[in-house]
Structures are given as structure tokens and as C-alpha cells.
């Protein structure tokens, strides 16, 4: 069996067997479900034009959740290894670094993905919703709870994609530290600077360089995926990005291999 996935399966073993995993799954369920409450109790007191999606991801609860995702994901990985001693052992096998990482980083993104299950569901009972308000109340199927599965589609694609790259940073910052704490307190703080640095055109309004900044800014990314506008370009931004961090994560360690 490949290191990698010997690992993998280890490591996703420790988030689904273990209370830890449970308690990160209902701490975002918790709060998908306000978010969710939130976005209908708006549609109940007005029509909007904008589809449930637009309520549900623009809310600054959702960011607030979001970025809180990634360290509490991630800060364990390789920060507890090194603080048991384990990350050395490890390390002396005939296993590469880049194993390690990998096998750590996919076990970790494949969670991720798994918190974000249940939102495949929310179409499902915005149909049903549409269907029994038209059968009780003889509305037109749609105009309860509008949605467009492309949108949700662009939505999901992009919270892949988003997560790709926020997972490797997170790894990246636990493979600087032997801290879960020190880990979790290094990945949020480069979470929220680059959320901000979306936001600098925003507050600053337009300048020469600005243009880098809206190609870097994830609420941008998710306005125009969520409205079912698909582009390239954040696509390989992100991939990119993915790629590079775990580059960097993989010559830290050897670097603390050779040394040890």
C-alpha cells in the first residue's frame, strides 16, 4: 500500500473515530443551520431578487465560520507529531516528506469536504419547500425559495477550490511549530490577511495594482462562481496556490529531517 495513503487513511481515521472530528462537524453544522435560519427568515419577511445562496454565503457569518475551518482542521497534523516526538520517528522511516505531506494534507482536505455534504441537500429542500407552499397555498413552484443549480453548482466549485488552498496553508503553518495553538493562531492570522487583502480595492477604491488584488480576493471569487459564472483564472490561482504551499510546507520539513 502507497505511504500516501497509508497515512491518509490514518489520519482521517483520527477526525471521524475520534470526538474531535464530531465536535468540528457540529460546531459548522451549528452554524450553517443559523446561517440557514437567518436567510429564511429574510425571504418570510420580503421578496428578495437574489437566490437563497446569495443570503447564505455573503452573511459575516459565514466567513466568520469559514476561516475558523481551516485551523481547526489542520493545527493537529503536524504540530502534535513534533510535540510528541512522533514527527521524528516518522521522519527516520524510509518514507519521504512529501508523503508525509500529502497523506496529512488529503486526509485533512478530504474532511473538509465532508463538512460541506449537508449544503448538497439545502436544493433538495428548497424543492420541497417550493412544492408544499404551491400545494397549500397555490404559489408558483420557485418563487418561495428561488435557487439555480448551476449556482450552487459554481458555489461548491469554488468552496473546493478555496479549501484547497486554505488546507495547505493550514499544514504549512503546523509544520512550523511543534504549537497546536501557536499552529491555529499562525493559519487564521494568514487566513485573515488574505481575505483583507481582497478587500483593499473595496476600501481604497481603484488604483494601478488594484487589479492584483481583486484576482486575489475570495469574496469576488464566490460572488461570481455562486452566480453561475465560471472562470479559469481563480481556478489556476488556487490550484497554483495549492501547489506552492505545500512546496514550501515539504522543504520546512526536510529541512528539519537533514538537521535532526
Known amino acids: 500500500m502507497s505511504p500516501v495513503l497509508t497515512i491518509f487513511r490514518k489520519e482521517l481515521r483520527s477526525y471521524v473515530m475520534t470526538p474531535y472530528g464530531w465536535v468540528i462537524l ?8 443559523v446561517s440557514l435560519s437567518g436567510t429564511l427568515k429574510a425571504f418570510q419577511l420580503a421578496p428578495q431578487k437574489e437566490g437563497i445562496l446569495f443570503f447564505i454565503l455573503h452573511s459575516p457569518m459565514f466567513w466568520f465560520y469559514f476561516l475558523f475551518i481551516f485551523p481547526l482542521l489542520t493545527m493537529r497534523s503536524l504540530a502534535e507529531e513534533e510535540k510528541t516526538g512522533t514527527l521524528e520517528s516518522l521522519l527516520t522511516t524510509p518514507i519521504k516528506t512529501w508523503q508525509v505531506v500529502l497523506g496529512k494534507y488529503f486526509s485533512a482536505y478530504a474532511f473538509y469536504i465532508i463538512l460541506w455534504l449537508p449544503m448538497l441537500l439545502y436544493p433538495i429542500l428548497a424543492d420541497w419547500s417550493n412544492l408544499i407552499v404551491q400545494w397549500i397555498y397555490g404559489y408558483d413552484a420557485g418563487m418561495v425559495l428561488p435557487y439555480r443549480l448551476a449556482d450552487w453548482a459554481g458555489a461548491y466549485a469554488i468552496l473546493l477550490l478555496v479549501g484547497a488552498w486554505f488546507t495547505a496553508i493550514g499544514i504549512f503553518a503546523s509544520s512550523m511549530t ?12 494568514l487566513l485573515v490577511l488574505i481575505f483583507f487583502m481582497g478587500l483593499i480595492p473595496v476600501v481604497w477604491g481603484e488604483f494601478p495594482a488594484a487589479g492584483i488584488f481583486h484576482y486575489m480576493s475570495c469574496s469576488e471569487h464566490l460572488d461570481r462562481f455562486s452566480a453561475g459564472l465560471v472562470d479559469t483564472r481563480p481556478v489556476v490561482f488556487y490550484l497554483t496556490m495549492t501547489v506552492l504551499t505545500l512546496a514550501v510546507t515539504i522543504r520546512i520539513i526536510d529541512h528539519r529531517r537533514w538537521k535532526h
Open 26 to 33: 457540529a460546531f459548522v453544522m451549528a452554524l450553517q443551520s
Open 178 to 189: 511543534g504549537s497546536q495553538i501557536i499552529s491555529g493562531i499562525i493559519t487564521i492570522g
